[in-house]
Structures are given as structure tokens and as C-alpha cells.
């Protein structure tokens, strides 16, 4: 069975490495560097809390300055992307530290004492004044990348070759820019043999992997201190064809499972940073009995304790 949480992680963490990488290239490069960094910092094991913190600190590192050496071979991770993807001009005009400081606090939604632990372990100087400046920034309309492709099964034995295939399909000499940066058309994906050739390479066929889809049901501020947060109805199809539909609740850059969102509405019980529990809802038709509103957020208050509260919550 797919894991869908290791999927979510790694789509989580590609969209943050797209927006503190350099801008002033192609989009589609800069995914598929994205895509590269977080593969290398993302175990394939099932990993939360400090493990995850820790792969996302080497992606921020290594997107707020990457190495040359990542920047060479990339048409393994050009494979699947979107047709589409945000330029966000105005976020790339800022110092690498004020990206990351800017994704974290005003994008993401980070709280700013997790934030500034996120600057600190990054070796950012002067992480409070920074914060500060990034506070009173204007709201740069932000526009964070939808799908980002699926997670390479495997690295392909032949980059090369691959890479020499596009090269020939585009009819020239591959593109670079800036160190290395690999600036060419990024939709080539057959390519055949220079006439008179006795030979052809062919490119390998890879399996169909699952194709994700995400629909906001709800974004704004959260109950009991909580910032700013996102549910969302994950729609994943697999390789056999099946759909799931898994109701996501998006808050300072980690996830928590939700109630099946096949009927377009999600709801979960969420401990709040003031230490009590809200039953939170989206989606169409939701009515919860006693339920406060909140910009088309429906809430209700439970008890403070340490474990979520039992009972079950009708949307209805």
C-alpha cells in the first residue's frame, strides 16, 4: 500500500525548497532542483518529529545556497512536472535568509519561536532582528507550487545518456547558466538518433505512479492561538487506479491527519498551542452542533487535557 505520508512529507518539503532556491532561472529547473535536494535529504523510511525536522533544515540549507554539483545531470527529476509554476518575482528579490525566514513565517505559517529555532540551526545571524524585518514586510502574494511530480522510484542507471537524448532533441548544445544551472526546455521527453546512425538508445519506461491532487477547503487563523493553518482534501490516485481522498490539516509546516474528504468536507479533533482541544471543519455543508465560525471555519471548543477526546463529531 502507498505511503501517503511519506508522500505528503516529501511534496511538503519540494514546495519549500522551490521557494528559497535563487531565483532569475526556469521554473522548471528549479523544481527539478527542488525535487533532487529533497530526495537526497529524505530517507525513504517512515520518519516523523526530529528526524523530519532535520531533513527539512538540510533542504532549507542547501536551497538557500546550492551546491554546484547538484546543479549538473537534473533531466532525471525534469521527468513528470507541471505544466504550469509560479515565478513569485518579488520573493526571489530577497537575501536568502529573509526567503527562508518569509516562507517560514508568512507562507508556511510557522509560529515565530519555531521559526527563529529553524534560523538559528541554520547558522542565520541576528535571527530575531530578521524576524522583525520580515514582520513588517508588505505581503509579497506569495503563490506556492500545486503538484510537483512523484518521487523517483529509482534513480535512472543512465543520466547521460538520457541527458544526451534531450540534448539531441532540442538541436543544440544544453544550456548553462550561473555555475552549471541547467537552462533548457524541460518537455522533451523522446528523442530519437541522428540519422545514419547503426543504432538507437531508447529510454527506459517507467511505471505509472500516483497522481495527487490537493483542494483547499479552508485557509486562515486557527482557534487557541494556533497561527495560521490550511485543510485540505488530498486526492491521490494510485497505480491500480483506486482514488483515496484524505482530509489534511496544514499547520506550521506539519500535517495531521483528517477525516475522509470524499463528500468535500474534513474535520479533526487538533490540540491547540493553549493546550485545548477544537474539533475543526471545513468543506461543503458542514453544521456542527454549537460550532463557532471562523471565515468559513466551523469550531468547537473541547476540553484541555493531554489526550484527543473520544467522542465522535457529526458534520452534519
Known amino acids: 500500500m502507498p505511503d501517503f505520508g511519506a508522500d505528503r512529507r516529501y511534496r511538503e518539503l519540494v514546495r519549500l525548497s522551490y521557494l528559497v532556491l535563487p531565483g532569475g532561472r526556469a521554473n522548471e529547473v528549479r523544481l527539478a532542483l527542488a525535487r533532487r535536494i529533497v530526495e537526497r535529504a529524505l ?101 506556492t507550487p500545486g503538484p510537483v511530480g512523484a518521487r523517483n522510484s529509482r534513480r535512472s542507471k543512465a543520466p547521460l545518456a538520457v541527458a544526451l537524448l534531450v540534448t539531441c532533441a532540442a538541436g543544440g548544445a544544453l544550456a548553462v547558466e550561473e555555475g552549471g544551472f541547467l537552462n533548457a526546455q524541460a518537455g522533451a521527453h523522446h528523442a530519437s538518433a541522428p540519422t545514419g546512425t547503426a543504432s538507437t538508445v531508447k529510454t527506459p519506461v517507467q511505471a505509472a505512479t500516483p497522481t495527487p491532487e490537493e483542494r483547499l477547503l479552508w485557509e486562515g487563523t486557527l482557534p487557541g492561538r494556533g497561527g495560521r493553518g490550511k485543510l485540505i482534501c488530498h486526492v491521490v490516485t494510485d497505480p491500480q487506479g483506486t482514488i483515496h481522498h484524505e482530509g489534511l490539516l496544514a499547520v506550521e509546516g506539519r500535517s495531521h491527519k483528517a477525516r475522509d474528504c470524499t463528500d468535500g468536507r474534513t474535520g479533526l479533533w487538533w490540540r491547540a498551542p493553549n493546550r485545548h482541544w477544537y474539533y475543526l471543519a471545513a468543506g461543503r455543508g458542514v453544521a456542527l452542533e454549537g460550532a463557532r465560525q471562523r471565515a468559513g471555519l466551523s469550531y468547537v471548543k473541547g476540553e484541555r487535557a493531554k489526550h484527543a477526546p473520544q467522542r465522535a463529531v457529526s458534520l452534519d
Open 43 to 143: 530517507p525513504r523510511r517512515p520518519i516523523g518529529g526530529s528526524a523530519y525536522a532535520e531533513a527539512r533544515r538540510a533542504v532549507l540549507r542547501q536551497s538557500m545556497r546550492p551546491p554546484r554539483r547538484l546543479r549538473w545531470r537534473l533531466v532525471p527529476w525534469l521527468r513528470g512536472l507541471p505544466a504550469q509554476m509560479p515565478d513569485n518575482p518579488a520573493l526571489a528579490a530577497l537575501r536568502p535568509e529573509e526567503r527562508v525566514a518569509y516562507v517560514l513565517c508568512r507562507v508556511v505559517g510557522m509560529r515565530r519561536y519555531a521559526a527563529r529555532d529553524v534560523l538559528v540551526d541554520l547558522a542565520v545571524p541576528n535571527a530575531h532582528d530578521l524576524l522583525e524585518r520580515v514582520a513588517e514586510m508588505p505581503e509579497l502574494n506569495v503563490v
